[in-house]
């Protein structure tokens, strides 16, 4: 099991931006694939992004693809999602998530961060 941590949640105008990290312990992180999502109020959880261990290959929902960009840092142990070109829509709390085995979901989740996108 790994804990995660998110932070760089906040409040910010259409159009800004933001960097949410994702921090996680243990020595297995480099070996997992990491997830992003989102729960908006009154809505179910959705995907957001993935990226495999390495970091060498990512995939967005179309919601937000051209947008944001996951990316990660194994020396760090941290998994980050840029954030752009926000929108209204985008208000919800964000999860990062680690995937232990590639095709069998996601197994560690954090506690989320909020992001607050104002028109």
């Known amino acids: 099991q790994v804990q995660l941590v998110e932070s760089g949640g906040g409040l910010v105008q259409a159009g800004g931006s933001l960097r949410l990290s994702c921090a996680a312990s243990?020595?297995?992180?480099?070996?997992?694939?990491m997830g992003w999502f989102r729960q908006a109020p009154g809505k179910e959880r959705e995907f957001v992004a993935t990226?495999?261990?390495?970091?060498?290959?990512?995939y967005y929902a179309d919601s937000v693809k051209g947008r944001f960009t996951i990316s990660r840092d194994n020396a760090k142990n941290t998994v980050y999602l840029q954030m752009n070109n926000l929108k209204p829509e985008d208000t919800a709390v964000y999860y990062c998530?680690?995937?232990?085995?590639?095709?069998?979901?996601?197994?560690?989740w954090g506690q989320g961060t909020q992001v607050t996108v104002s028109s």
């Open positions: 243990g020595r297995t992180f480099s070996t997992y694939a």
């Open positions: 998530a680690a995937a232990h085995h590639v095709g069998k979901g996601y197994d560690d």
């Open positions: 990226i495999n261990w390495s970091g060498g290959s990512t």
